[in-house]
């Protein structure tokens, strides 16, 4: 005997989650790592079907799925600069985030501002020995917004990991408590 009662329970439905494709997203939390030169930014789909998603799941199963890094290491500079300029072009307040002509940014002005992601996939071998697909945020193509509503974007290719060289902890799954935790050896549940 099971001992469960289901009288109050909805049956599952059919899960539905995006895949890859482009998204308004909203940037929910920044933290600058000035040690390593880049900022961890947390992201949730801001419109469409898929809007609050990320935070949904995040409640469900405890994990921040949106997860990406952009460096302002030297070498970095151009690739995180087109990312500013991609959410200045996409937000109509900005004041205070880019100091004088780009020499300086105040990434706490981020926060709550949305920009275009075109996000596609990494595959991977999970920790139950299971090939497995996620969303890959941490190689998103970062456009303005406009750009994701007229389609004018292009999805990164099918990243794929090798299993004898990948690392076992998912770097798009952070679990999420008050900020940015470290990586968890887990699977994504979805």
Request: proline share 3%.
């Amino acid at each position: 005997m099971i001992g469960k009662n289901m009288s109050n329970v909805e049956p599952a439905s059919e899960f539905r989650k995006p895949g890859p494709g482009g998204y308004v997203v909203k940037i929910e939390r920044v933290h600058n790592d000035e040690t390593k030169e880049r900022l961890d930014i947390m992201l949730e789909i801001a419109e469409g079907e898929f809007a609050g998603f990320i935070k949904e799941t995040n409640d469900k199963f405890g994990f921040w799925s949106a997860k990406c890094t952009k460096s302002y290491k030297a070498n970095a500079l151009p690739f995180f600069r087109a990312f500013i300029e991609a959410v200045v072009k996409s937000n109509a307040d900005v004041n205070g985030l880019v100091i004088g002509n780009y020499e300086d940014i105040d990434e706490t002005k981020l926060v709550g501002l949305l920009v275009g992601a075109a996000v596609g996939e990494r595959e991977y071998d999970g920790n139950d020995g299971q090939r497995k697909k996620v969303l890959d945020w941490y190689n998103a193509n970062f456009v303005t917004v406009d750009d994701i509503r007229s389609g004018n974007y292009t999805v990164p290719e099918l990243r794929v990991s090798d299993a004898k060289t990948s690392s076992k902890v998912d770097a798009g799954a952070v679990k999420v408590t008050d900020g940015f935790d470290a990586l968890k050896e887990q699977d994504v549940p979805f």
